[in-house]
């Protein structure tokens, strides 16, 4: 039909602000960003120009790469953390609760958010210093005091303070919608109470979990906060990185780079994750 | 008699001040394909569920070839279900959802594979053995619940309205399915079901629950023929009830005085004392009706009001004194002699061994 090729305006009217709003806040940016990578900078000045010189700078660079793998490093261990703390309250939630308690516990839930994430992380100060509450409770079993501040465990915490909430709350929601018939299935045939978790209960979650453990990566693999607050930013994290990139001598061509190589990876990852996620289960021999 | 395979002895099971299941007392024998029927909410379901231990007890035992069950666990107990959702796990494919069990059991993977593909065949569903279970038909799923529960090679298997969710053609060739499987594997169904076709079809016993009572227990012929109680023959087919009180009688038939006149119903074993209130049933089927006054025991005037027609068979429905309604079912061409318009009179008769009397309750 020739009407197929015409250009609806009326859906096009409404669909207009959600493009313009993609094109001006994210595709704009992103083409700037990509095209301030190849600006030098002369004089303490950004430049336009057209050069690899940043590009050659920064990925042949020992610290680029040491930021990098730590980064991915820290951030999956941080997600994988956040999966298997949130495993068991998540559980608890979805198969033991009634549904009044688990409404009442998502709600308490999302209060953390409510306040500021800069907020939460400085109130960590007062709990992992040296001279803290935590190293005070251990001193009295006679253990400590330990070094929290300032170390890897403490980017750790900052991160988990981000995303093990959320954690919970995605993986309440995704066992909660399991259907429990599943689960009676495979006791009914001679399933232990434990191992239905393996058999029956992960395979049903796998998108949902896939999905959760994606966002926790992406929120901590971004996150400046904890490492800089809770880290001491010995060992940089990129974002980290592009803020001392900056700093130093307005190098905000390099910065650029550090953001684009952070993009592209959070880009494989994701498309990774949700190729994962959404596999098709197999149809035919 | 041998030994039952199962024993109910005065279970009860309640959820907070809910009462599910009332004192139950029930043998389930061994080999028998036992239906419990009822409306939702009557506790058949409860009853599997208990068998099946996915609910204790609260009172009672349950006791399984002499062993107490009313705390076994249901991964330690040999009762496979037939789930009414079915229940197939949707990331395995056929012929791994019926491994499953004998997996959990520790049987080797090429053993289990072996035993596994010879249910699907069984089934004849051997072809779709590799294929993902969300991608087989409503029928063919059947066959893989069914497959799945048998290959443990169970004494007893617990079937929850397997049936409900496929249409009306493919329900009566699964019916033949199971009662074939049955017969030939000699164990234990119990079947639970709403549908009173399907449990009269397929059971060799009925039981009957009501609000977490068994209502009656019988064959289905014993059920359709001599409901024990107005529960039952209300639920159970198309029964006319007639309620009254006792004239007398003996051991030939019981005078009863209804307000559509004086009929006699069979003795029943407890003995009725004159000027009892009592209720008793009349089969729609067992009707006759003609345009003169019959010669039947028991005869009642009443006028045509409306029909329905189910294929070869027709229930009439008619009016009689004070605006009893009667049911009669007839086959379709065993009417062509009558004068079938609204409003004409016709006379009803029946025997008295047709008429049953109820118990109360």
Redesign the interface.
Known sequence: MSTKHKIDLYALTWRLPIILWQLIFFVGPVVFMIAISFFVVKNYRMTEAFEFVNWQRMLTRGYFWDSYWYTLFIASLSAAIAMMLAFPAAWALAFRASENLRRGAVFLLIIPFFTSYLVRTFSWYVILAESGVLNAMLGYVGLGPFKMLNTHFGTVVGYLTLTLPLAVILQTVTMANI?K??V??????????L?TIW??VL??S?TGFVVTALFCFILAFGDFVAPFYLGGSQEPTLPILILDTTKSGQQWPRAAVVAIMMMLTLFAVAFTAIMLAYRK????? | MTEPLVTFRNVEKRFGDFVAVRNMVLDIHEGEFLAIMGSSGCGKTTTLRML?G?EAPTAGEIRMAGRLMNDV???ERD???V?Q?L?L???L?ARENVE??LK??GVGAAERKRRALDWLDRMQIADFA???V??LSGGQKQRVALA?SLV?EPKMLLLDEPLSALDANLVIRMQGVLTKLQKELGITFVYVTHSQSEAFAMADRVVIMSQGDIAQVGSPKDIYRTPANRFVAEFVGRNNILSGKVLGGDAKGMQIATPQGTFTAQTPQTPLAPGQSVSFAVSADLLTLSETEPDTVNKAQATLISEEFIGSLVTLFLEGADGMEFKVQMQERALMDLDLSPGATLWLGWDAASASILSEG
């Open positions: 259907d018939t599943l009676e299935a495979a006791r009914n045939l001679g399933c232990k109470p191992a058999r029956v395979p049903l796998k289960p197999k149809v035919a021999r | 099946a996915l666990k249901p991964h009762t496979p279900l789930w959702s229940a796990f949707p990331f494919t499953f069990g959990m059991r590799e294929r993902n969300a991608t799945r443990m």
